[in-house]
């Protein structure tokens, strides 16, 4: 019998030794906030709309990342469009394959502003999208339709899980990069 728990308590040690990894990211998500207001929150599935560079020649501004489908690419690590200016995110399931979304987002104004030089500037040119430090994959931007219209569409093909957090995290993480100017004071 005593075997027996020995043997039990030192399965129940290895697996959390070998897998602490899973476990720390486990207990983190279980006491991070929800609420971008708190000193605690962390933002998740952040987007970072980055060039894709076909010939690399500036080591210092380049970086090189991995696509879903396992290829090496070049990206600028300068950031054209982020998670900043993105007020709510959509994800749209893609006629005859509903296990991959399109994504939509609303944009603030300073956000049009990006997206309309990102287009002109990047018209009929592939650009990447990170998702968390991950690649998602490569979209040619639309044209933005000037006027009242706030919403983007972005034709990326996502996973289901990617598609959910970033529709779930989108207004998060816009008010933990956008303050209102009554947070800045509050600790004086």
């Not at 690399?56 to 300068?78: F, H, Q, W």
């Not at 919403?151 to 933990?176: L, P």
Request: with cysteine; net charge negative; hydrophobic share 40%.
């Amino acid at each position: 019998m005593n075997k027996f728990i020995l043997f039990a308590v030192s399965l129940f040690a290895m697996s959390l030794f070998c897998g602490c990894e899973l476990f720390r990211e486990a207990m983190e998500e279980s006491f991070s906030s929800e609420n971008p207001n708190d000193d605690d929150y962390e933002a998740k599935f952040t987007i970072g709309i980055f060039q894709l560079i076909k010939y690399p020649r500036a080591e210092m501004l380049e970086k090189e990342i991995i696509t879903p489908d396992g290829e090496t690419i070049c990206v600028n690590s300068n950031a054209l469009f982020s998670s900043k200016r993105i007020r709510q995110a959509r994800a749209i399931p893609r006629p005859g394959n509903p296990d991959v979304y399109d994504l939509e987002f609303r944009i603030d104004r300073m956000g049009k502003t990006q997206w309309m030089t990102l287009e002109a500037e990047r018209r009929g040119n592939e650009l990447v999208m990170i998702v968390d430090n991950r690649c998602v994959g490569t979209f040619i931007p639309e044209s933005y339709t000037h006027g009242n219209q706030d919403w983007v569409k972005v034709h990326i093909g996502v996973d289901v899980y990617t598609a959910r957090g970033i529709v779930k995290f989108a207004k998060k993480n816009y008010d933990f990069y956008n303050p209102e100017a009554k947070n800045f004071f509050s600790n004086l």
